[in-house]
Structure formats: structure tokens, C-alpha cells
């Protein structure tokens, strides 16, 4: 059978209440748990919690998954986040994932004073992710680039070598692709539908795929719950527009000028062009939808980024595609 790397998202401080937000981080992460996944997504961007804080929270009440962390380079030295990863590995004895971001949202950026270009954003993840990677292996890393300077640094307390991350990053651009092959990452990408020739990236065996699912026996059910949960308005329109005229994103001007789809077709973008949600959806029934999981497996889709899933039941849900996508593919 097909191995995949499974992984969902974790609920966004910004959409709840403090009061609220401890308890849905420890309810998501146990159903991801107990669905099997390899591990949950944790967001960072300037509106949002610590990352970091969110990730020993989902150590803490999980006994294997495994944290993926976004890291952005202007938050933090290279040196802190392999410290950050070191310590969590020395206190808790597990692994935690990482997602090497090279940009985020343009305003954040700027107001962080960062006006540095898309590609050379790139660049300079590609240089940060060398060093933090260097470090978790216990390397001395001595590094005069253009971005970072380091002097014979080194890390403690040292990493096991069996807790080393697996490395994620977006892989929709040419040179978000070229950082991710350069660092050995998986590519990642918001997937245009599998017949398009854009979908598999040029120079890679395997990648990573970011979508949403909602799948039930039936496709009528499905696409009652998807609209019931994505409800389309005008408002989440016009700041999906608003959104797209600030952004650089390749992914986001991609994906926004193409047609939602809809009902019959299982390839939804309706909720990412009403501005409720950053990814495709794959919306119909079981087989409908594990078919077209099935198609990105055959192109080598080997890892499965999940939105931040609804219930326990819903994930169930997702886990029955899954399974039957995995079983009608070759290894």
C-alpha cells in the first residue's frame, strides 16, 4: 500500500476566544491523533499565538504526533529555532516537524520592516534552513552569506539523531520549488486539479499536497455539509480580492482567477475564493473524491497537508478516502 504522510492543521487563535482556544488545541490534536496522522500543521503569522508555545501544548496531551511548525525566518535566528526543536526533543523525547516559510502575509512583512523581494525571500530561507539543519545534526556551522553569519556554532543540548525533522516547504513557485529541492525539503503545493500539467513539479519523484476534504457515502451529503461549513457570501469575496492585490503569493494569483467548480465537479475552490479558507477542497462522495486523491498519489503526492478538520467525525470521514485512494495505487 501507498505510504503517505498525513497531516491536519491546528484551529487558528485568531477565530477563537482565549477562554476557548487551549481546549480546541488539545480536541483537534488527539482526533488527528486517533485518526492516524503523522503530525498537525501549527500557523504563525503576526495575528497568531507563538507557534512554539502552541507545539509543546500539542506534545503535552498527545503521545506521538508530531508538531509541524511554520517558521518564519524574520521572527527568529536560525540558532532558535534548532534550540526550540533540541529542547522540546530533550523534554518531551519526540520529534517536532518543521515548515520553512519564506513569506507569509506581504503587510506583515512590511510591518516588520522586511521589504525583501519574493525570490530572494527564497534565498534567504534557503540559507536559514541550511544552518538550522546543519545545527540539529551537530554540525560546528561556520556560514558568511548574504543573509547570516555564524562563527564555529554549535548546538546543546544535541539532537538525537532518530528526532531529526522532517522539513516541509511551499513548493508552488519556481523558487519556493528550487529552496525546497535545495535543502531536501518536501515541496508542498496548493494543487491545481491532477490533469493539469502544473500539478506534479518539474524535478521531484515526490511532493506534499495542502487541501481539504469533506466526503460522505454519498456526493449529495458531502455537498451539503461543504456548503453548510462554506457558505458563500459577498463580503468574504471582496477580501479575498483585497487580499489578492497586496499579495506575492505565485500560489495565490494561481489558484484565485481559476473557476470554483461546484457540485459534480470534486474540485471545489469555492471556500479559497470567499476568503474562508487557504486551499482547494475536495468535496463528494468516497469514491469521487479518493479518485481524485488517487490521481495526485499517481504523480507523487506523497504527503497530504489537511485543513483544520470540522469534528473526530469528520476526520473519520477523510481517513476512509484516504485508505481507498492509498489501496488503488501502487507503491
Not at 501544548?57 to 498527545?62: F, G, I
Not at 534548532?82 to 520529534?95: E, I, K, M, N, P
Not at 522539513?167 to 518536501?186: C, E, I, K, Q, Y
Not at 461543504?226 to 494561481?254: C, E, K
Amino acid at each position: 500500500m501507498t505510504s503517505i504522510m498525513l497531516y491536519s492543521t491546528c484551529p487558528q487563535s485568531k477565530d477563537l476566544s482565549s477562554a476557548d482556544y487551549l481546549e480546541a488545541v488539545r480536541d483537534v490534536s488527539r482526533w488527528s491523533e486517533e485518526a492516524g496522522c503523522t503530525g498537525m500543521l501549527v500557523y504563525t503569522d503576526n495575528g497568531l499565538v507563538d507557534p512554539w508555545t502552541v507545539a509543546q501544548m500539542v506534545l503535552q496531551c498527545t503521545s506521538g504526533l508530531a508538531p509541524l511548525v511554520a517558521v518564519q525566518p524574520v521572527y527568529m535566528h536560525p540558532y532558535a529555532v534548532a534550540t526550540q526543536v533540541s529542547s522540546l526533543a530533550y523534554l518531551h523525547g519526540r520529534s517536532v516537524h518543521l515548515n520553512m516559510l519564506a513569506g507569509g502575509f506581504r503587510n506583515d512583512l512590511i510591518a516588520l520592516g522586511d521589504p525583501t523581494e519574493h525570490d530572494q525571500r527564497y534565498e534567504r530561507t534557503t540559507e536559514y534552513t541550511r544552518i538550522v539543519m546543519g545545527l540539529l545534526r551537530g554540525e560546528t556551522m561556520t556560514v558568511r552569506g548574504r543573509h547570516y553569519t555564524v562563527d564555529r556554532l554549535t548546538l546543546a543540548p544535541a539532537l538525537p539523531a532518530d528526532l531529526l525533522p522532517q522539513l516541509t516547504m511551499s513548493g508552488s513557485s519556481p523558487a519556493g520549488l528550487a529552496a525546497a529541492l535545495a535543502v531536501d525539503a518536501t515541496p508542498v503545493r496548493y494543487p491545481e486539479r491532477p490533469e493539469d500539467p502544473s500539478t506534479r513539479p518539474d524535478g521531484v519523484d515526490e511532493f506534499g499536497i495542502r487541501v481539504g476534504i469533506i466526503a460522505r457515502p454519498r456526493s449529495e451529503a458531502a455537498w451539503h455539509a461543504a456548503h453548510a461549513r462554506f457558505p458563500t457570501d459577498r463580503t468574504g469575496r471582496i477580501t479575498h480580492r483585497l487580499a489578492m492585490a497586496v499579495s506575492d503569493s505565485h500560489w495565490h494569483r494561481q489558484l484565485s482567477d481559476r473557476d470554483a467548480g461546484g457540485v459534480g465537479d470534486p474540485y471545489w475552490l469555492g471556500p479559497f475564493q470567499h476568503y474562508k479558507t487557504f486551499c482547494p477542497y475536495l468535496v463528494g462522495s468516497y469514491d469521487e473524491v479518493a479518485g481524485v486523491l488517487a490521481r495526485y498519489l499517481e504523480l507523487g503526492a506523497r504527503t497530504i497537508v489537511l485543513d483544520i478538520p470540522e469534528s473526530p467525525a469528520e476526520l473519520k470521514h477523510i481517513g476512509t478516502v484516504v485508505d481507498l485512494a492509498r489501496e488503488s495505487v501502487q507503491p
